[in-house]
């Protein structure tokens, strides 16, 4: 499918009936001969189209993948060194591990680099080594998921109290704060998204472009950027992370330190980089499912349902969309839905810096009606 709402690109025939009738009609041109069903030779004809139809199909992919529209997985790496623009790594979740000691320690403790802390099947590690002398009885290290990806987010805080090789004098360990900070490698329509801004880095200038392009390359969990200039010389960024969540101040400032570089801002530019403000909503909806469906009911309700939080979700991830629940509406009745009413306000405005987050969310099944 592709990208950017462009219309598709068709560059060959590839039905194998098509292409089996224009071999039959150039053998018709050449010899003058009109096979018969039962003809050896058609059956000839028929497997080759089948077989020129598979290769064609095959040819066509290739093509596409030369468009950025349609490029995926390596040829989408390559379009992107063309650009200068690399694919964003997966990242490793971080967190800070407490130790709590022994207050009748006299010798001083080390603790290793590769010191290893375990929750579930999940694994973080200190990367460098420390000495904790004499006296001290609490001492914080950071340590960092063994391996990339999200799978290292959400822990909360003491939730990590597993020390996997034992250390003496040591009478805990837990996580101070909530583990974060690990993403996937980026995925090909966000890569693909910065690959068609890559143009605008080329400015030293500070073009609004630019300025979008560079936040959305300091971490692949933005999914939204916006810059805009409220004063002369001064540029407010605001920035969206995935499935809607407003950005931590760490992810505030890793923006700040990728917009702010020497190669990116202009001297006489005063960036300021910031989470969108929430704009509260209601949605409130009722439902009812044909009563010609009533046997699967079930699987109706849980397609609603996924469509109805997929709706949310779609909502929230980008800012300045307004509310329009007619949307919502036939994505509910695309999903199954046979009557939808919404008890809540059709449309809400939301301004460029603004994201909409719903306070109230309900989703009703009313039964069955006849339709």
């Given at each position: 499918?592709?990208?950017?709402?462009?219309?598709?690109?068709?560059?060959?025939?590839?039905?194998?009936?098509?292409?089996?009738?224009?071999?039959?009609?150039?053998?018709?041109?050449?010899?003058?001969?009109?096979?018969?069903?039962?003809?050896?030779?058609?059956?000839?004809?028929?497997?080759?189209?089948?077989?020129?139809?598979?290769?064609?199909?095959?040819?066509?992919?290739?093509?596409?993948?030369?468009?950025?529209?349609?490029?995926?997985?390596?040829?989408?790496?390559?379009?992107?060194?063309?650009?200068?623009?690399?694919?964003?790594?997966?990242?490793?979740?971080?967190?800070?591990?407490?130790?709590?000691?022994?207050?009748?320690?006299?010798?001083?403790?080390?603790?290793?680099?590769?010191?290893?802390?375990?929750?579930?099947?999940?694994?973080?590690?200190?990367?460098?080594?420390?000495?904790?002398?004499?006296?001290?009885?609490?001492?914080?290290?950071?340590?960092?998921?063994?391996?990339?990806?999200?799978?290292?987010?959400?822990?909360?805080?003491?939730?990590?109290?597993?020390?996997?090789?034992?250390l003496p004098y040591v009478?805990?360990?837990?996580?101070?704060?909530?583990?974060?900070?690990?993403?996937?490698?980026?995925?090909?329509?966000?890569?693909?998204?910065?690959?068609?801004?890559?143009?605008?880095?080329?400015?030293?200038?500070?073009?609004?472009?630019?300025?979008?392009?560079?936040?959305?390359?300091?971490?692949?969990?933005?999914?939204?950027?916006?810059?805009?200039?409220?004063?002369?010389?001064?540029?407010?960024?605001?920035?969206?992370?995935?499935?809607?969540?407003?950005?931590?101040?760490?992810?505030?400032?890793?923006?700040?330190?990728?917009?702010?570089?020497?190669?990116?801002?202009?001297?006489?530019?005063?960036?300021?980089?910031?989470?969108?403000?929430?704009?509260?909503?209601?949605?409130?909806?009722?439902?009812?499912?044909?009563?010609?469906?009533?046997?699967?009911?079930?699987?109706?309700?849980?397609?609603?349902?996924?469509?109805?939080?997929?709706?949310?979700?779609?909502?929230?991830?980008?800012?300045?969309?307004?509310?329009?629940?007619?949307?919502?509406i036939a994505r509910l009745?695309?999903?199954?839905?046979?009557?939808?009413?919404?008890?809540?306000?059709?449309?809400?405005?939301?301004?460029?810096?603004?994201?909409?987050?719903?306070?109230?969310?309900?989703?009703?099944?009313?039964?069955?009606?006849?339709?």
């Amino acid at each position: 499918m592709s990208r950017f709402n462009l219309p598709d690109l068709y560059f060959l025939e590839k039905a194998p009936e098509q292409i089996e009738s224009e071999m039959l009609l150039h053998v018709r041109e050449k010899t003058g001969l009109t096979l018969q069903r039962a003809d050896p030779r058609l059956k000839f004809i028929q497997a080759l189209a089948a077989f020129v139809s598979i290769e064609r199909n095959k040819l066509e992919h290739a093509l596409r993948q030369n468009r950025l529209s349609y490029a995926e997985d390596d040829m989408l790496d390559h379009m992107g060194a063309e650009m200068s623009t690399e694919r964003l790594p997966a990242k490793y979740a971080q967190t800070t591990m407490a130790f709590s000691l022994e207050e009748e320690r006299v010798d001083a403790l080390t603790i290793p680099a590769g010191t290893r802390y375990q929750v579930g099947d999940v694994y973080f590690e200190t990367k460098n080594a420390h000495i904790i002398a004499p006296g001290t009885h609490l001492y914080t290290v950071e340590a960092t998921c063994t391996e990339p990806g999200e799978m290292g987010n959400g822990f909360l805080v003491g939730e990590i109290a597993t020390l996997v090789e034992p250390l003496p004098y040591v009478k805990s360990v837990q996580n101070t704060i909530i583990t974060s900070g690990g993403a996937e490698e980026e995925s090909d329509d966000a890569y693909a998204e910065r690959i068609r801004l890559a143009p605008e880095s080329f400015s030293v200038a500070g073009s609004e472009l630019a300025y979008i392009y560079w936040a959305k390359s300091a971490s692949q969990d933005i999914v939204d950027a916006i810059a805009d200039t409220p004063k002369e010389g001064e540029i407010d960024i605001r920035i969206l992370m995935r499935d809607g969540r407003l950005p931590t101040e760490e992810e505030l400032k890793l923006v700040e330190e990728k917009v702010s570089s020497k190669r990116v801002r202009p001297l006489t530019d005063k960036v300021a980089i910031n989470a969108p403000t929430t704009k509260g909503y209601e949605v409130v909806v009722e439902y009812w499912i044909a009563r010609k469906n009533a046997t699967v009911s079930s699987i109706i309700e849980t397609q609603v349902r996924a469509a109805f939080e997929a709706y949310l979700k779609w909502q929230r991830e980008k800012m300045g969309r307004d509310v329009d629940l007619s949307e919502l509406i036939a994505r509910l009745k695309q999903a199954g839905a046979s009557r939808v009413a919404v008890h809540s306000p059709m449309f809400i405005e939301v301004k460029d810096k603004e994201v909409a987050h719903p306070t109230t969310t309900s989703l009703t099944l009313g039964g069955l009606v006849d339709d």
